[in-house]
């Protein structure tokens, strides 16, 4: 799983000199707009909690089966076994969380994705969600592969690394960005495999995964995902399909 | 009744109790199934052991009297609990000191060989008995949650859902091995004299208590026995260099072996000790497979290990909950951090009883 990336002169001086001419001054001078424009921008506080939940529930058919890996304390799949009469299985790592779980009713396999999902037969589930879950698993690809051969299709959420207010951060303050949704010191952040939009959709096209809907939080706002949402989407929420 | 491993017995008395009311629709059963050393005393006290000569309860209320009761996790308020003794049991079941009507005399070793599929067969009779179709939920810890699995596979219909609490789908080797010095203690005691100890001399005591005392070790944790006792001596005063009791852990066994041998019936120990041993899911209902069997499952399950349990291991019950779950029916599997070992499922109230509210209320 260490296959040096095909393009990894980029990340040398070397490489940074075959970036088209005027690349990076536009990208610095779009990100300067972006600041600027929402700098007066007052979002109200706990907007966008929760936001793929919503989705999600709009996203999923009401009977359908439901996998959700790393299901935290139930609340997703609680909302969906109750408004959508949805079928649902969690699994979760943490024992306090599968307490809650089962407080609200939701069945739970306490199990660390780590070490896979194998035991869960092809084509089991209708939907398999990976909500905030991605960039904390140890092995991302095989758990994306994993998704897609044991549900029809994956909801996959996840806080997008490229938002500008990301790469301000790391630029300016040459410091491992802290965000509102990136709140954690780089020694004590559970997101170990931080990816963007970009990593996602490139995922999607080299693996032969379709992407049949896309959402994205912008200003703590949830909306239809865009071509050009690379700066502006703080989280990004997508639906796929093999093939 | 005819026996899984051949033969007959009969008649068969059950002794059972029960909590609570079944509901008009009788829908509001819980089936709880005691294990190896258990009984169908779960709850309260006993106000009949003047008559009943189970001295050894006014000591204690039933053995799961934290979970079972009105207002707690099996709340008999709204559940109608029934727990049987199993046939070879010592506590009114049927059994090895039960009278075989073809000699007038205690079966004694002439008992015929029983397994858990019997139990649970002989359960259903007293569900059918009782004029309940189909349990809301069976419940078991250890050779309990055995049952509780094995009423799943052999009757699927009658089981909403069931709960399996540190017990995997077959005893480890190491299990079996544990039961079979258990048994030489019990089988080579010089007062065995073949199971037929019965009369005025002295059992198998010694036999039985060092039996005990072995699995009574496989039930705790070495962390837990750290933390009981340590290397504590049992009198204040310093070590006397001889064999008797010194440590406070020696102590405490001795305690065991002695109150067991009290309460129960060596052949009784023998014959559900080997029933333990005999249990495999997989291979009766499966041709060898887990996966296979667990298909015929239509219970939604609970499985409950804890991470200290070496009798029934985490990873051994994890199999079990893994292969519930691709039935597609909902599987809960939860390993609790506990330091009280194979004994965990009838210390650690508190998750369990959380566990099994959620569970049985949805």
Redesign the interface.
Known sequence: MTQPRADQNLVSDRGLAHLPEGLFEQRAAEIAALMRARKARVVPEGTGARWQEEIISREIPAGASVLDLGCGDGFLLERLMRERDVRGQGVEIDPEQVLSCADRGVPVIQADLGTGIGWCPDKAFDVVVLEETLQTLQNPREMLDEMLRVGRRGIVSFPNFAHYRVVVDLAARSRMPVTERLPFYWYESANIHLLTLRDLLDWASSSGVRIVSGYALVDGVPRELRADDDLVAEEVLVVVERG | MELELGGRIGPVDVEYETYGTLSPRKDNVVFVAHALSGDAHVAGWDEETERNGRAWRKRKPGWWDAIVGPGKAIDTHRYFVICPNVLGSCYGTTGPSSTDPATGKPYGLAFPMVTVGDWVKLHARLLDALGVARVAAVVGGSLGGQQALEMALAFPDRVERAVVLAAAARLSTQGLAFNAVGRYCILNDPNFRGGDYYGPDSGPDTGLAAARMLAHITYLSDEGMHEKFGRRLQSAGEQRAGFGIEFAVESYLDYQGRAFVERFDANSYLYITRAMDYYDAAATWGGGSLIEACRRVRA?A?VVTFDSDWLYTPGDC?DL???L??T?V????????SRFGHDSFLVETQ?VG??L???L??
């Open positions: 939604r609970l994890k909950a893994l292969a779950a691709r597609g909902g599987v809960t599997f939860a390993n609790i951090p998750k959380r566990l509210r959620g569970f209320t949805h």
